[in-house]
């Protein structure tokens, strides 16, 4: 099994804690016998996803938990005025005011292929994080980097600290002032590389824990949002996606180029899908929809009757979820390139709007956010689109599912 099968389904203290005692909260004191199978220190081990809806306020940064099993809500602090929030396995990170908010939703799950782990813990504030003019937050299960975009470098912390409660830095990786980013692969770091003007990425290259390249730069221009999929990390560049893969030590990099149906249309900024897929999504312009399935890298534009301002794949080939300017949800067959089911469910949503719905997909369900009216919907998406239940939210600005 590749690598980074391992970065993504796992915390690296909860692998540890499954295949031998003496790791990260045993310290070393207890015998083989007494330390149950996925133990870890704090947190409680649950026979079922403890699955919740993580909501903010975004102009006070106020933010709620909302438990999807029990449907009761827990503040989960106040941050002021948030610029993004970015969800890595167990924590959220809030940036907000200057600073990054590291937010324990006390809610994960540990995959180990032949089996899972479901745990549970105090939601609450682990710290903070204080970078310069600190930008995007990237992790991969083991570890998280806090890009500088004034300084030109990547705080980086481990989630064995964030686990016991510590926040500290680690490393650091080096580049150059930009609107960059740096991602943890594993003991190594995708560092992205400033163009000419000083401002946007032109490309990224692989570095060693020792800063040396081990991937040579790779084009990416006007790089702007990356996601994880089991086949590797995806790229968003202004000239289609960028593929990077590790495979026994040894990097790798592979442009999906748009197709030229993508002539006219703006750049993907952002690709969404449910945890663990390889099939990603993003709004096409005034068109419809991207559908970029990394296994076969392969984009397919798929048509809608009304521009979407929000999409996401559920990865099972058959469906992708649409939220279109009319307010109405969409699922479209990405093989068919047909509309298999249409729901009209928000209001017409205008584009001067501060904050747009967020569509969240799992195995079984999708979670449509709708600012307008602080709620958030559940969708049977196998079902027609049937709306499950409907929760009424202090706010859903932002919304995040965690727990998976």
Same mark, same amino acid.
């Given at each position: 099994?590749?690598?980074?099968?391992?970065?993504?389904?796992?915390?690296?203290?909860?692998?540890?804690?499954?295949?031998?005692?003496?790791?990260?909260?045993?310290?070393?004191?207890?015998?083989?016998?007494?330390?149950?199978?996925?133990?870890?220190?704090?947190?409680?081990?649950?026979?079922?996803?403890?699955?919740?809806?993580?909501?903010?306020?975004?102009?006070?940064?106020?933010?709620?938990?909302?438990?999807?099993?029990?449907?009761?809500?827990?503040?989960?602090?106040?941050?002021?005025?948030?610029?993004?929030?970015?969800?890595?396995?167990?924590?959220?990170?809030?940036?907000?005011?200057?600073?990054?908010?590291?937010?324990?939703?006390?809610?994960?799950?540990?995959?180990?292929?032949?089996?899972?782990?479901?745990?549970?813990?105090?939601?609450?504030?682990?710290?903070?994080?204080?970078?310069?003019?600190?930008?995007?937050?990237?992790?991969?299960?083991?570890?998280?980097?806090?890009?500088?975009?004034?300084?030109?470098?990547?705080?980086?912390?481990?989630?064995?600290?964030?686990?016991?409660?510590?926040?500290?830095?680690?490393?650091?990786?080096?580049?150059?002032?930009?609107?960059?980013?740096?991602?943890?692969?594993?003991?190594?770091?995708?560092?992205?590389?400033?163009?000419?003007?000083?401002?946007?990425?032109?490309?990224?290259?692989?570095?060693?824990?020792?800063?040396?390249?081990?991937?040579?730069?790779? &084009?990416?221009?006007? %790089? +702007?949002?990356?996601?994880?999929? $089991?086949?590797?990390?995806?790229?968003?560049? *202004? #000239?289609?996606?960028?593929?990077?893969?590790?495979?026994?030590?040894?990097?790798?990099?592979?442009?999906?180029?748009?197709?030229?149906?993508?002539?006219?249309?703006?750049?993907?900024?952002?690709?969404?899908?449910?945890?663990?897929?390889?099939?990603?999504?993003?709004?096409?312009?005034?068109?419809?929809?991207?559908?970029?399935?990394?296994?076969?890298?392969?984009?397919?534009?798929?048509?809608?009757?009304?521009?979407?301002?929000?999409?996401?794949?559920?990865?099972?080939?058959?469906?992708?979820?649409?939220?279109?300017?009319?307010?109405?949800?969409?699922?479209?067959?990405?093989?068919?390139?047909?509309?298999?089911?249409?729901?009209?469910?928000?209001?017409?949503?205008?584009?001067?709007?501060?904050?747009?719905?967020?569509?969240?997909?799992?195995? &079984?369900?999708?979670? %449509? +956010?709708?600012?307008?009216?602080? $709620?958030?919907?559940?969708?049977?998406?196998? *079902? #027609?689109?049937?709306?499950?239940?409907?929760?009424?939210?202090?706010?859903?600005?932002?919304?995040?599912?965690?727990?998976?």
């Amino acid at each position: 099994m590749p690598k980074l099968a391992t970065l993504l389904l796992g915390l690296p203290l909860l692998m540890t804690a499954c295949a031998a005692p003496g790791g990260a909260g045993d310290a070393g004191a207890a015998s083989p016998s007494a330390i149950p199978h996925g133990y870890i220190a704090g947190a409680q081990e649950q026979p079922e996803p403890q699955i919740g809806l993580l909501t903010v306020d975004q102009k006070s940064g106020t933010s709620h938990l909302l438990s999807l099993l029990t449907e009761a809500t827990v503040d989960t602090g106040a941050f002021g005025r948030v610029d993004a929030v970015e969800q890595e396995g167990r924590y959220a990170f809030v940036t907000a005011e200057g600073l990054v908010h590291v937010l324990d939703t006390g809610a994960w799950t540990v995959d180990h292929g032949d089996h899972k782990h479901y745990y549970s813990a105090e939601p609450g504030s682990v710290g903070t994080i204080s970078v310069p003019g600190a930008g995007a937050v990237a992790g991969d299960g083991m570890s998280v980097a806090v890009f500088s975009t004034s300084e030109g470098y990547a705080s980086v912390y481990r989630h064995e600290d964030l686990d016991a409660g510590i926040v500290a830095e680690k490393a650091r990786t080096t580049s150059t002032p930009h609107q960059g980013r740096v991602i943890p692969y594993g003991d190594h770091f995708i560092v992205s590389i400033a163009g000419q003007d000083g401002t946007a990425p032109m490309g990224i290259e692989v570095r060693d824990a020792d800063n040396q390249v081990v991937l040579p730069q790779q &084009s990416c221009p006007g %790089l +702007s949002a990356h996601t994880w999929t $089991r086949v590797g990390v995806v790229l968003s560049c *202004a #000239d289609g996606a960028l593929l990077v893969r590790e495979n026994d030590g040894a990097f790798a990099a592979e442009k999906i180029p748009y197709p030229a149906e993508a002539a006219g249309l703006p750049p993907v900024t952002k690709l969404e899908h449910r945890p663990g897929s390889n099939e990603l999504a993003a709004p096409a312009g005034e068109k419809g929809i991207w559908h970029l399935n990394v296994s076969k890298k392969t984009w397919t534009l798929l048509a809608t009757p009304v521009p979407v301002v929000a999409a996401s794949a559920v990865g099972d080939g058959k469906r992708v979820l649409a939220l279109g300017v009319d307010g109405s949800l969409m699922s479209v067959d990405p093989a068919k390139g047909t509309l298999s089911a249409r729901a009209q469910l928000l209001e017409p949503l205008p584009p001067t709007r501060d904050t747009m719905p967020q569509i969240r997909i799992d195995s &079984s369900r999708a979670y %449509l +956010s709708d600012p307008g009216r602080s $709620r958030a919907l559940e969708i049977d998406y196998k *079902a #027609d689109l049937r709306v499950a239940r409907t929760f009424d939210l202090p706010a859903s600005d932002i919304m995040l599912e965690v727990g998976l």
